[in-house]
């Protein structure tokens, strides 16, 4: 896992210990990213013209 999925894999943790049970974000459809974010464990809740609206349960 690269640095990017080593930063996302902390903030979900701390997110966790902070007492959220769930994390949204958006993210263009054409971003790379998108992908990595399936991958992770995240859904698509949402669906805009050129966006994805995505949530993680923790």
């Not at 902390?10 to 399936?38: E, Q």
């Not at 992770?40 to 013209?49: A, H, L, Q």
């Amino acid at each position: 896992m690269g640095i990017g999925g080593e930063m996302m894999n902390k903030f979900l943790l701390l997110a966790k210990r902070n007492g959220y049970n769930a994390v949204s974000l958006s993210v263009d459809k054409r971003n790379r990213a998108a992908g990595f974010y399936l991958k992770i464990g995240f859904v698509i809740i949402d669906e805009t013209g050129t966006a994805y609206t995505m949530k993680k349960v923790l």
